[in-house]
């Protein structure tokens, strides 16, 4: 069974798709291959640059190491939400979810102030869009026209 990226249910996701590690052989034009090493720096390159961009962005956030499963990193938070990053075979979901420990008199503001910055956050960060799953959970994306 196919599989696709994953990211925390009721989130805002923004989709890009990162190439790093695959190196051109000199020789041969046409062969690539993957550098372990290269593509590691890459990717803390990358959660660190969403991290400084989410803090800037978001004034009330700060940096947060944590995670949501086992495949959805959070690296940064506020009050009302905390954002993230993850990333499956090249595609990178950028993703804030409502924190599930909002206090019961302040689940009405973190809502509106979720649904408010959702649009933007997914213009800010996504390169893709998705179009739509096949029944055995692959996905099916288009580039946005710069």
């Known amino acids: 069974m196919g599989r696709s990226v994953s990211y925390p ?6 989709f890009a798709q990162w190439d790093a590690g ?5 020789d041969d034009p046409d062969t690539r291959h993957f550098d372990e090493l290269a593509a590691q720096d890459d990717w803390d390159f990358i959660v660190a640059d969403f991290r400084e961009q989410v803090l800037a962005l978001y004034p009330s956030a700060w940096s947060h190491d944590g995670w949501i499963d086992r495949e959805d990193r959070i690296v940064a ?17 950028y993703w804030v979810v409502l924190r599930n420990d909002i206090d019961a008199g302040r689940e009405g503001l973190a809502e509106q102030w979720f ?23 692959e ?5 946005i026209a710069a």
């Open 9 to 14: 249910s009721g989130a805002h996701v923004a």
């Open 22 to 26: 695959w190196i051109e052989d000199d």
């Open 77 to 93: 938070m506020n009050g009302y939400a905390r954002f993230g990053i993850s990333e499956y075979c090249g595609c990178i979901a």
């Open 115 to 137: 649904d408010r910055i959702g649009p933007k956050f997914e213009q800010r960060f996504a390169t893709l869009v998705r179009l739509g799953s096949f029944s055995n959970g």
């Open 139 to 143: 996905s099916v994306y288009r580039r």
